[in-house]
Nanobody
């Protein structure tokens, strides 16, 4: 059974940086992309960034709210995806979850492969 495990969250002051990691227990051959989502209390889950891993590997997307501040990357040898977050703001506070998904024609489609999430709290 595939497991995705996030780590790296924490409590940090505004302007600081964190790096999140998402380790997959095995290669997910049905997924050609990986994504980071976040969910704050009372809000819907929001796609933050994704990176393609298949034949078009390395293509990235960022939501407008994090563009220029967050960087997504992956190490295929380690089955690990990262999210480097800089210039953090209080509005970035959320549970961050990783997902294995499908990428097609410019759109990311999440699958049922989710991690348990890691909490990021940014104080003002």
């Amino acid at each position: 059974q595939v497991r995705l495990v996030e780590s790296g969250g924490g409590f940090i002051q505004a302007g600081g940086s964190l790096r999140l990691s998402c380790v997959s227990s095995q290669t997910i051959y049905t997924a050609n992309a990986m994504g980071w989502y976040r969910q704050a209390p009372g809000n819907q889950r929001q796609l933050v960034a994704y990176i393609t891993t298949g034949r078009t590997g390395g293509r990235t997307y960022y939501s407008d709210s994090v563009k220029g501040r967050f960087t997504i990357s992956r190490d295929s040898d380690k089955n690990t995806m990262y999210l480097q977050m800089t210039s953090l703001r209080p509005e970035d506070t959320a549970v961050y979850l990783c997902n294995a998904g499908a990428y097609a024609e410019g759109t990311y489609y999440p699958t049922n492969y989710w991690g348990q999430g890691t909490q990021v709290t940014v104080s003002s």
